[in-house]
């Protein structure tokens, strides 16, 4: 994730497009592994093993990777272009968990170019999604349980949410929301303030006068 792609959604943003944007999963980003997801209450019942890991994700003109943050609904087909979505920041939807969030992708997203760790930041994802308000962040205990042959990634999942504590939270958190597909995060390091303050000058002036445009033309 790198701050161009930040930079990338707030010019769709200050286009006025966001909700329009088309949005497209090609696959995986670096390989899946199989992974068993129990989640109990206060969540709704769900038994469910799903293929885990990082999509390759095209929107708004720029392309990252997102990762599933609804163990309920399903990814729509893979290269397949779908406008069910909608931007979502990720102070609304994750609300006390943006933290815990934040962190995971500062501290560790950057390192994740294997299907097993892919695997594992998916299985963290889904432990701060879901797990009860209260309990810690166990992976294999509590409302969110997981398991995987070899248990390789859930146990380095667990690393990962460990380490929570100890990294930075310097990540602007997003979510792409469908009322009808599976929600999906991303993220990217957010610039130095001085450098943000001046983006947002910038693009307002952008968005003030494609907004202009539009208007003339209707």
């Known amino acids: 994730m790198s701050k161009k792609l930040l930079v990338g959604v707030l010019a769709v943003l200050a286009l006025g497009g966001a909700s329009a ?13 199989a992974v068993r997801g129990v989640l109990g209450a206060p969540n709704s019942p769900r038994d469910l093993t799903v293929s885990a890991g990082g999509f390759s994700t095209l929107w708004g003109g720029e392309s990252f990777v997102s990762y599933c943050v609804d163990f309920y609904q399903w990814l729509p087909s893979f290269g397949s272009t779908n406008s069910s979505y909608s931007f979502t920041d990720g102070g609304s939807f994750f609300g006390s968990r943006l933290d815990s969030v934040s962190r995971l992708f500062s501290g ?3 390192e994740v170019d294997s299907a097993v760790e892919q695997a594992a930041f998916q299985i963290a994802l889904w432990e701060i999604r879901y797990e009860a308000a209260g309990n810690a962040f166990d992976t294999s205990s509590g409302a969110a349980v997981f398991s995987d042959a070899g248990d390789d990634a859930r146990s380095l999942a667990q690393t990962y949410l460990n380490g929570l504590p ?5 990540f602007e958190v997003n979510v792409l929301k469908s009322d ?3 929600d999906v995060v991303f993220a990217a390091p957010v610039p130095e303030p001085s450098t943000y303050a001046l983006m947002l000058v910038g693009l307002a002036a952008v968005g003030f006068v494609a907004r202009r445009r ?3 033309q209707g």
Not at 21 to 33: E, I, M
Not at 166 to 170: L, P
């Open 180 to 182: 009808y597909n599976q």
């Open 108 to 110: 560790r997203s950057a």
């Open 214 to 216: 539009r208007q003339a």
């Open 21 to 33: 944007q088309q949005v497209t999963f090609t696959g995986f980003a670096n390989g899946s592994q």
């Open 166 to 170: 100890g990294y930075s939270n310097s």
